[in-house]
């Protein structure tokens, strides 16, 4: 497997951060920390859950209904994928392009985690006329360069959802900047439904989405010498529908004090306090519309299941 890693770097702070976050009166770290090794593992684990429809659902959308749209990606020579995952959703769309054409495609993988960049480029790889590159880093850090022409950036998943809107909008404006009329974006969103669903969905009766959370336990323990017992703790996965957006928190069971060796510093935990730790957004249509107009995008083409769970929206500048 040949890759060029042009440009990597890390722009992540997990002691800093998580400082600050504890520090606040309303408790909480990004959530970009969930994926190290043994994160992404565990988030490649939910999204085989069957109450976590995102990801198999959004496949489908790919599988099989990305074959109509030839016309529109016949420029396109570059992917961009911020967030690739296991590689499988690229590797699904890169499967109807060499159907369309043998062309060589350069593909890059934009992640935090190296193990997710690792396990996406060693599943593409076997596509012979692909040149891969990476960049590590969280996405706002990626600079792009602009000397290319037809590039596809993909952001799948629902992963725009970690974004608060305004924040959101800001990411996608500075993608559009760097776009021209031959570019496109396909960008994935976890639409508003039924209550029960989405609460389901980050509540898996195997626990996968718990112990996804207590991750972060683990890496404050290891990483930076705090004395977190994760059965002082309990996972909280809501929806609150004054944002649109499903919440998830690490609770305190008892009131207690963390101390970490590496920050030498001591955080007081009362009885029901919470860390929070996620929010995932959930869009409808006129919000995806708002979201694509605010960013300096129009909407080509919406794909979506029959159920209308979820929507690949593809944009143009
Ligand atoms: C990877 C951000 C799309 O918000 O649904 C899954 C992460 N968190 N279960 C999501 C996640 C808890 C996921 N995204």
Redesign the pocket.
Known sequence: MKINNEESFLEIDFARDVKQGLSKNLKEIP?KYFYDQKGSNL?DL?TEQEE?Y?TRTEKQILEFQFSELEQLFSQIDEIVEF?PGDGSKAEIILRQFLRWRQLGFNYKAVDISFSAIKTSLSRLSKFQNLKLSYHIGDFSSFKFSTNHTGRLFLFL???I??YEPNQAVNFLKEISLLMTSKDLLIIGF?KKKEISKLIAA?NDLAGI?RE?NFNLIDRMNTELGANFVKSDFSHFGTYNPMIGA?Q?FLVSEKVQKIYFKVLNESFHFDLGEAIHV?N?FKYSDKDILDMAVSAGFSIVHNLEDEKKMFVDSIWKV
């Open positions: 959530c988030f939910i976590y995102l967030g998943g629902s992963s959802g970690n976890d980050y989405a996804f499903m998830s996620e995932s």
